[in-house]
Each structure stands twice: as structure tokens, then as C-alpha cells.
């Protein structure tokens, strides 16, 4: 079956890096557009950005343009997002996205918790 496992999450202080992970099996990664989504407590589910299948696009929501960046490895069936300057407003469950695939179809990983202390 389709499984998106993250990794990477933690706590770190204002200002800081951290770099997620998202490790694909059960489907032909290369085929599909992948996204990461952020919910943070009290609020509604935020779309973070999204990478191509072929990496040669990307896109991201307004609040990380600049600091935050998606890449991935369709070699190693992963994908990456890179967080810089880091705010306490970034402190969030985050989650990656296969798909949707031309057939609707789309997968969700489990979740990392990304806390950012001021």
C-alpha cells in the first residue's frame, strides 16, 4: 500500500533551520506532484508548497516565500522541504501530499510537529 512516512521535525529556536523529510513507497513517485501542508493548532490547514513531478516546478504560500524551499530526489522517492528563519508562527503539524494524480487519486502522510520557540 501507499505510505508517506516525514521525518525531520522538532523544536528548534527563532531563526532556525530545519529540513523535512518525506519518504515514498508503495507508488511510482516520479509520476506524482508533491505537496507539503502545515495545520497548526486552533487554525485551518495551510498549503506550504508544492514541487512537480519532475521537480522543474514549484510554487508556496505566501507566508514562506523566501524561506522556505521544496526539492526532491525521485531517485530516492523523496521529498524535502527546507525551512529557514524560522518564526514561532511556523509552529505547526506538517504533512506531505502525493498528488492528486489525473484519476483524483491522493496520499497523505502522518504528520511531523514542527514547534519554533521565540
Known amino acids: 500500500q501507499v505510505q508517506l512516512v516525514e521525518s525531520g521535525g522538532g523544536l528548534v529556536q527563532a531563526g532556525g533551520s530545519l529540513r523535512l523529510s518525506c519518504a515514498a513507497s508503495g507508488l511510482t513517485f516520479s509520476s506524482f506532484d508533491m505537496g507539503w501542508f502545515r495545520r497548526a493548532p486552533g487554525k485551518e490547514r495551510e498549503h506550504v508548497g508544492a514541487i512537480s513531478w519532475s521537480g522543474g516546478s514549484t510554487n508556496y504560500g505566501d507566508s514562506v516565500k523566501g524561506r522556505f524551499t521544496i526539492s526532491r530526489d525521485n531517485a530516492k522517492n523523496t521529498v524535502y522541504l527546507q525551512m529557514n528563519s524560522l518564526k514561532p508562527e511556523d509552529t505547526a503539524v506538517y504533512y506531505c501530499?502525493?498528488?492528486?494524480?489525473?484519476?483524483?487519486?491522493?496520499?497523505w502522510g502522518q504528520g511531523t510537529q514542527v514547534t519554533v520557540s521565540s
Open positions: 501530499r502525493a498528488g492528486p494524480s489525473l484519476s483524483g487519486y491522493e496520499y
